[in-house]
């Protein structure tokens, strides 16, 4: 069966600090992988998707950057952290096919910046 | 500008009856439509979809209705449970996009 994995759970960082959060998707191939923002109060916000490796696409201006190196590892950085970046990140993939098929999320990371 | 709008920020209902959630959509190239269920400080997790070809979809107690006319989605949960008590955001995505928009989310709560 297919698993997520997104770490760390938890992370406080200060204003100006770089930023790596990480997502690997095991037990399939070629998956599609997402990066979503949920802000306090607020709905999922998409951030990034990638079809494949090395392919980044990007919904949101803004501080931060993703990466895809290996097929299921997705990753998301900043190089200098702002206030407004906190939030609840979350990592998902669907199946490669793309077209109907669900999102599956990891449970997370809560991003705190201080 | 939200693509997907779910106009209720919160729900109540008592254990046992039926609960609605509704969600609306602007953009009429979605074909497929999904529904999740959110815990704190967890990921969403998948409940159940509905592509365009249909109008109603079923799995247990929950059943999502498509009306394409009036670009809006249900989800039915019956009978409800305590433990369905959680935010509900539907979402939507249309072919060769690859990607999925979230409305803002329905915080259900079930009252036993």
């Known amino acids: 069966s297919q698993t997520i994995h997104q770490w760390p759970a938890t992370l406080v960082q200060p204003v100006g600090s770089p930023l790596s959060l990480e997502c690997t998707v095991e037990?399939?191939?070629?998956?599609?992988l997402y990066w979503y923002r949920q802000a306090a109060g607020r709905g999922l916000q998409l951030l990034f998707y990638?079809?494949?490796?090395?392919?980044i696409s990007s919904e949101v201006p803004q501080n931060l950057s993703a990466s895809r190196p290996q097929d299921r590892q997705f990753i998301l950085s900043s190089k200098k952290l702002l206030l407004s970046d906190s939030g609840f990140y979350l990592c998902?993939?669907?199946?490669?096919?793309?077209?109907?098929?669900?999102?599956?999320f990891g449970n997370g990371t809560r991003l705190t910046v201080t | 500008d939200q693509q997907v709008k779910q106009n209720s920020p919160s729900l109540s209902v008592q254990e046992g009856r039926i609960s609605i959630l509704n969600c609306d959509y602007t953009?009429?190239?979605?074909?497929?439509f999904l529904w999740y269920k959110k815990y704190p400080a967890e990921g969403p997790t998948f409940l159940i979809s509905?592509?365009?070809?249909?109008d109603k979809n079923e799995d247990g107690r929950f059943t999502v209705f498509l009306n394409k006319s009036a670009k809006h989605l249900s989800l039915h949960i019956v009978p409800s449970q305590p433990g369905d008590s959680a935010v509900y955001f539907c979402?939507?995505?249309?072919?060769?996009?690859?990607?999925?928009?979230f409305g803002t989310g329905t915080r259900l709560k079930v009252l036993a």
């Open positions: 998902a993939w669907s199946a490669g096919q793309g077209y109907n098929s669900p999102l599956h």
């Open positions: 037990g399939t191939s070629n998956p599609n």
């Open positions: 990638s079809v494949g490796i090395g392919q």
């Open positions: 953009n009429s190239m979605f074909d497929y």
């Open positions: 509905i592509s365009s070809i249909k």
């Open positions: 979402a939507a995505s249309s072919q060769g996009t690859y990607k999925y928009i």
